[in-house]
């Protein structure tokens, strides 16, 4: 009797493993689309990058990429955002995008 009890344990502490696993693999999902600090600081060091070595049409490419990641850096960590604000990366992988074709780069 007390083998059954132990497996049935085993199998409920497996299943709510299994279920937190993909809860955790949806919230990276559902997340994939958002501009998040680790994309900021991804699309940033490429733009410095771009910039050092980047033609003058390059330069200038790169800085309105620039300036919107820093203003969306600025709003991620303000203290009075919540969880809800996180915002779409569309306009910011736009410029990103942008800025890879004038500089002859790749977006990251």
């Known amino acids: 009797m007390r ?3 132990d497996d049935y344990q085993k199998g409920v502490r ?7 696993g993909l809860c955790g693999l949806c919230v990276l999902a559902s997340l994939s689309g958002c ?4 994309k900021i600081h991804r699309w940033e060091s490429a733009l ?13 490419a790169v800085k309105p990429a ?3 990641l820093k203003a969306a850096n600025d709003r991620l960590n303000n203290p ?8 779409s990366d569309g306009e910011a992988k736009k410029l990103m995008q942008d800025a ?3 500089c002859g780069e790749v977006v990251p």
């Open 3 to 5: 083998t059954q009890l």
């Open 14 to 20: 497996s299943a709510v493993g299994i279920i937190a």
């Open 35 to 38: 501009l998040t600090a680790t």
């Open 48 to 60: 410095l990058g771009w910039h050092r070595r980047g033609s003058a049409v390059c330069k200038e």
């Open 66 to 68: 620039s300036k919107y």
């Open 80 to 87: 009075a955002n919540r969880a809800e604000d996180i915002e």
């Open 100 to 102: 890879a074709a004038k």
